[in-house]
Nanobody
Framework: QVQLVESGGGLVQAGGSLRLSCAAS????????MGWYRQTPGKQRELVAA???????NYADSVKGRFTISRDNAKKTVYLQMNSLKPEDTAVYYC??????????WGQGTQVTVSS
């Protein structure tokens, strides 16, 4: 069973920064794509950023140039550095591990609130 534990959410003023962390269990972290998603009430969960095992990254257009995803395979942790935060970034942020046909796993979520 894979466990993903997020941390680092909180309340920040517009223009501020936060760094989210997601620690994963299991010995095969290195081979899987990791992602960050976010969700607000009444809306579908959306991809924010993802990073492959080869360190290729992709971002939602709304966060390009402001957010950076990274991974530390030795620590089995993925990070999301969020700069120049906007009120519209307010959401619950979820860590995701995509194991393809073996399934997709989610963390419990961490709240990010950006005040104007």
């Amino acid at each position: 069973q894979v466990q993903l534990v997020e941390s680092g959410g909180g309340l920040v003023q517009a223009g501020g920064s936060l760094r989210l962390s997601c620690a994963a269990s299991g010995s095969t972290f290195i081979v899987y794509t990791m992602g960050w998603y976010r969700q607000t009430p009444g809306k579908q969960r959306e991809l924010v950023a993802a990073i492959t095992s080869g360190f290729s990254t992709n971002y939602a257009d709304s966060v390009k140039g402001r957010f950076t995803i990274s991974r530390d395979n030795a620590k089995k942790t993925v990070y999301l550095q969020m700069n120049s935060l906007k009120p519209e970034d307010t959401a619950v942020y979820y860590c995701n591990q995509n194991r393809g046909t073996l399934g997709t796993y989610w963390g419990q979520g961490t709240q990010v609130t950006v005040s104007s």
